[in-house]
């Protein structure tokens, strides 16, 4: 995700160059998101995490150890 499209649109433009030269595939360009919008990125960030990531519940505590 990088946020600032025209700002960084130097990498945009080498990432299309990359694929043109085949250096990379064009499913490669699916994993970066270039926008202006902090809604559109957060939602791209939550929905990563909630496809590739699993969050582990908190170990419960021992009564033995006083904890």
Same mark, same amino acid.
């Given at each position: ?5 025209? +700002?960084?649109? *130097?990498?945009? =433009?080498?990432?299309a !160059?990359?694929?043109?030269? !085949?250096?990379?595939?064009? @499913? /490669?360009?699916?994993? %970066?998101?270039f926008t *202006? /919008?902090? *809604? =559109?990125?957060? $939602?791209? %960030?939550? !929905? +990563?995490?909630? @496809? $590739? +990531? ?7 505590? &021992? &009564?033995?150890?006083?904890e």
């Amino acid at each position: 995700m990088i946020l600032g499209r025209h +700002y960084f649109e *130097d990498i945009q =433009e080498f990432v299309a !160059k990359m694929i043109r030269e !085949k250096t990379i595939s064009t @499913n /490669d360009q699916q994993l %970066i998101l270039f926008t *202006d /919008d902090v *809604d =559109e990125a957060m $939602n791209h %960030i939550s !929905k +990563y995490i909630s @496809n $590739n +990531y699993k969050i582990k519940s908190k170990p419960k505590r &021992w &009564w033995l150890l006083g904890e």
